[in-house]
Each structure stands twice: as structure tokens, then as C-alpha cells.
């Protein structure tokens, strides 16, 4: 029983503190606020790092997987059958060897597919002689091609950064490295080496975007490609093969002109128009009608850069 002041105020102090703690608990749990909804990136999302498996550089996945993406640049008539390559070639072993490229690297020159073949139609075309070809168009996003049909493209390829220009650093390129394609001032270069199953991409406009544990190896060139960090090279060509079969990525031709990947840095409204049509009324992929789009790609790709 409470007989003085104190006794009393504290009980009531007491009394209250557990009537406000019984109220907290009886409050339904806290929901935080609906938020309203985003609408989809447009652009494509960085692609994550494939970081090297370990595993040994095999030239038949190489080949390929190579010979695959072009199999799919020419379903969505990006290239015609006829503008493309194909092994067994004859390309310059002699001068290959004086630039000390190695055995394993001369062989894969000799078994992949080029871009180096005539124009369809070109009487159609103003302003194009009959031996132009599509050589020089973009194999890869942003990316130009070598054909080492080529002499030219063979000593070029060992300074891919250069371009030929100011004079090509022949012993720049490791010799089991080699260059696949090259860009001018805006995209990408992509160099493989064979002997860490490995692919570097180099990016003309944003450096080496390398994880923060990277190791250069090279630190006194930082610039160096060898700087740059390496991905495992089968992983990066699936990768890129799955881009375009999900329509992440969309091929933009035939016009020699007008080629490119669009959704790869550009043209995200036009890869949204062009993706609807291709599903929607060409049965992309189970049921796709390549002959019908061939024919039709085109007119559309025109009406679309039209609209958009």
C-alpha cells in the first residue's frame, strides 16, 4: 500500500510508461510509403564483368562462336550471305611471321569469317563502283573489323590504338595477342589473347573501366593495353550472341552507310520499334520469317528512323 508522495508519483509514472509501451505494440507494423513506378531503362545495362575461368584456349569454340555471330548478323540482314568470307583463306603467313605473330594466332586469321565481300545489288546504289564492298562496316558494337585478307589490315592490327596513323608499333601487340577489330575516334577495340583464353575490350572514350583490385600489368604504361582488364573470351562472344538474340542489341542495315547496333550506346527508341516489329509480325525468334525481313528490312528500317 502507497502512504507517501513519492511512492505515488513514481507507481503513476511507472503505470504510464507500460500504458504507452502496450499502445506501440498494439500499432500495426510500419509499411513505408508506396513508391510510384519507375519506367524501364531504356538503355542498355552494363554488361557484368566475365572474369577469365581458367580454362585453356580451345580455337574450335573460338571459330565457332565467331563464325555464329556472323550466322546472326546475316538472319536479321545486317550482312548478305555474299558480303561475308568465309575460310579456308590464303592470308599472308610470310608477312605474319616477319611481325613475329605466333603459330596459334596464324591459324585462327586463317579459319575465321571476314567482312569483305561485294555489295548485292550495287548497281542500285549511287555513287558505288562494282568492286566496293562492305569492308570496314562494324562487326562488333562500335567495333570495325580487320580482314587479314589483307596486308594492310594484318600490319595495322599489331597497334590497333595507332590506326595506322603516325606510324604502326609492329612488337606493340604480344604475339599471341591479336586485334579483331578497331574503331576510329568514338567505340571500341577488342583484342583476344590466345594464350589466356581472354579477351580485352579497350573503350576509345572512357579508359580502362577496371575493378578496384585490378593489378596493372604494366604500371609504368598505364595506358597499355595489357592494362586493361582481361574477361574470359567465350563467356564475352555468348554474351554478346545473347544480346542480339534478346533484341537488346539490334543490327541496323543494309545500308553500308547507316550501320550499327542500336541500343548499344544510340538509337534506344528505334531497337524498341524495330524489336516490336520483329516479334510481333515476323516471329522473332521461334518463328522467324528471315526471308520475308530480309526483303522487308530495309523499307522498315527507314520508315522507322522516320518515325522516331
Not at 608477312?95 to 605473330?101: A, E, M, N, V
Not at 596459334?104 to 568492286?131: A, C, W
Amino acid at each position: 500500500m502507497l502512504h507517501s508522495p513519492v511512492e505515488i508519483i513514481s507507481a503513476a509514472a511507472i503505470g504510464l510508461v507500460l500504458l504507452v509501451l502496450i499502445r506501440l505494440l498494439q500499432q500495426p507494423a510500419y509499411e513505408p510509403l508506396p513508391q510510384p513506378p519507375q519506367a524501364p531503362s531504356s538503355s542498355l545495362s552494363p554488361s557484368p564483368l566475365l572474369p577469365p575461368t581458367g580454362m585453356p584456349y580451345n580455337e574450335e569454340i573460338t571459330v565457332d562462336l565467331i563464325t555464329e555471330w556472323y550466322s546472326l548478323l546475316i538472319s536479321l540482314a545486317y550482312l548478305y550471305p555474299t558480303q561475308v568470307v568465309y575460310p579456308p583463306h590464303n592470308i599472308n603467313e610470310r608477312l605474319c611471321k616477319s611481325l613475329g605473330i605466333d603459330d596459334v594466332v596464324i591459324s585462327l586469321m586463317k579459319k575465321i569469317p571476314y567482312i569483305d565481300g561485294p555489295y548485292v545489288d550495287v548497281q542500285k546504289r549511287e555513287g558505288l563502283d562494282e568492286g566496293d564492298t562492305v569492308y570496314g562496316c562494324h562487326l562488333f558494337p562500335g567495333s570495325m573489323g580487320y580482314s587479314f585478307l589483307r596486308d594492310d589490315d594484318i600490319v595495322e592490327s599489331r597497334d590497333p590504338e595507332n590506326g595506322g596513323v603516325g606510324g604502326v608499333r609492329l612488337n606493340y601487340l604480344l604475339s599471341h595477342d591479336v586485334a579483331l577489330s578497331h574503331c576510329l575516334r568514338d567505340g571500341m577495340i577488342l583484342i583476344l589473347d590466345t594464350k589466356a583464353n581472354t579477351v580485352r575490350i579497350l573503350d576509345n572514350n572512357d579508359g580502362f573501366d577496371n575493378p578496384d583490385d585490378f593489378v596493372l600489368e604494366i604500371p609504368s604504361e598505364p595506358d597499355h593495353y595489357r592494362n586493361c582488364h582481361p574477361q574470359d573470351a567465350p563467356s564475352y562472344f555468348r554474351q554478346l550472341i545473347e544480346k542480339v538474340r534478346s533484341l537488346q542489341l539490334i543490327p541496323n542495315g543494309p545500308s553500308r552507310s547507316d550501320k550499327e547496333f542500336y541500343g548499344y550506346d544510340t538509337g534506344f527508341e528505334d531497337r524498341d520499334e524495330a524489336k516490336k516489329i520483329l516479334t510481333e509480325q515476323y516471329g522473332w525468334p521461334d518463328d522467324f520469317r528471315q526471308e520475308d525481313w530480309a526483303r522487308d528490312a530495309e523499307e522498315i528500317w527507314d520508315q522507322i528512323q522516320r518515325d522516331v
